[in-house]
């Protein structure tokens, strides 16, 4: 792989989208090839999986089919979209990756933080970023900024405040185990934020 991979993870309403948004275009005015993509989506067959998990009348839904469909859209869409722009040589700033399903499928609803990271394993076959900046918030704030935002509520905002208390520690969590996942304070300006964020990544 050639490009620069990175990742953002948070909880509901932690900014990823506006900040992704002010580090492509400072990536761009730097000169790089920015691609910006999201999980779960960013090509036609994962957005078709993401609208099953996502849609509101989805409430039968098993934690682990949810789990599996994650891993399936991410599948599809790391081999799809996201290694094609790598071997490009392009900077992939991606909206969630198998982080997400560790701290959301894995801790938060408990199906296990291993067994999760097994079962994406298959999925990713190692693949993974340079760099993922966790940007941590209370969800408290998260979710008022959603409710003031005007952004459509999805199935996953609907869960209860504990659920998004167990999110953020499950990112701890993973945060305790790998130097990959840097954790960012979400609480602050975005433009201060993204200032921290590029001194972290090294771009070749
Ligand atoms: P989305 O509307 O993209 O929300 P956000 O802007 O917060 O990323 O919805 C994605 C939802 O899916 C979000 O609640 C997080 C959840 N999710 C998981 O539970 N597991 C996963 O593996 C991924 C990628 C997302």
Do not use: C
Not at 96 to 109: M, T
Not at 142 to 155: C, F, Q
Not at 181 to 186: E, H, R, S
Request: hydrophobic residues 40%.
């Amino acid at each position: 792989m050639k490009g620069y991979w990175i990742s953002f993870e948070g909880g509901e309403g932690s900014g990823k989208t506006t900040l992704i948004e002010l580090l492509r275009e400072a990536l761009i005015k730097q000169g790089q090839d920015v691609v910006v993509t999201r999980e779960p989506g960013g090509v036609r067959i994962a957005e078709q999986i993401r609208e099953i998990i996502l849609r509101l009348d989805n409430t039968e839904m098993d934690a682990i089919t949810e789990a599996l469909l994650f891993a399936a859209s991410r599948r599809q869409h790391l081999v799809e979209k996201v290694l094609p722009a790598l071997d490009q040589g392009k900077v992939v700033l991606m909206d969630r990756y198998v982080d997400s399903s560790i701290a959301y499928q894995g801790y938060a609803r408990e199906l296990g933080m291993d067994e999760i990271r097994q079962l994406n394993d298959f999925a990713i076959q190692g693949a993974l970023p340079d760099i993922t900046f966790w940007i941590d918030l209370d969800p408290a704030i998260g979710l008022s900024r959603i409710a003031t935002s005007g952004r459509k509520v999805n199935r996953l905002d609907k869960e209860a405040k504990r659920f998004h208390e167990r999110v953020r520690e499950g990112y701890r969590r993973i945060s305790q185990t790998t130097d990959r996942l840097v954790a960012i304070d979400g609480d602050q300006l975005p433009e201060k934020i993204v200032e921290q964020i590029m001194k972290r990544i090294e771009i070749k």
